[in-house]
């Protein structure tokens, strides 16, 4: 297992879920007191300004749950990069051209994805479509929880 794997997608959607949940759950709470007791009463007022400060609140979680995801992500790409730099070897592809013409890309293209170490948006999809091409079967981390980083 990767040792970057520390939380799951599904943790991160479920994160992400609950933020929209809480927010939009402000939001008709916000309407309602608007609607049954007026735009500008106290209670409305209150309302509004509990409502600033959870939002805020909530975008410091959705700030955490975009680098859970970037987490997660990266882990995922380091794991299939893993697996197809084994299945290269294990058919002794090992030059840049080699590399480019298994993965259907242009070699520069190929040794870059193979080699990045930083998270970039859509790497995980490149790098499933070319674990797909070679047949290559990536294994699972073996836990869905957090772990320390």
């Known amino acids: 297992m ?20 809480a927010w ?4 008709a709470l916000e309407l309602v007191v608007k609607a049954s007791v007026g735009e500008a009463s106290p209670e409305a007022i209150a309302l509004n300004y509990l409502a600033g400060e959870l939002w805020h609140r909530l975008r410091d979680i959705w700030d955490s749950v975009e680098t859970f995801t970037w987490r997660v992500e990266l882990a995922e790409a380091d794991n299939l990069r893993a697996a197809i730099s084994r299945e290269l070897e294990a058919q002794d592809i090992r030059t840049p051209e080699a590399i480019g013409d298994a993965l259907g890309m242009l070699p520069d293209e190929a040794t870059a994805l193979l080699n990045r170490d930083r998270w970039q948006k859509g790497d995980v999809t490149l790098l499933e479509g ?6 290559v079967q990536v294994p699972k981390p073996a836990g869905d929880g957090l772990h320390a980083w």
Do not use: K
């Not at 990767?2 to 949940?21: K, L, P, T």
């Not at 939009?24 to 939001?27: D, E, P």
């Open 130 to 135: 070319v674990a797909a091409r070679l047949g």
């Open 24 to 27: 939009g759950a402000v939001h």
């Open 2 to 21: 990767n040792a970057r794997a520390h939380i799951s997608r599904v943790d991160v959607e479920d994160m992400s879920q609950v933020v929209d949940d």
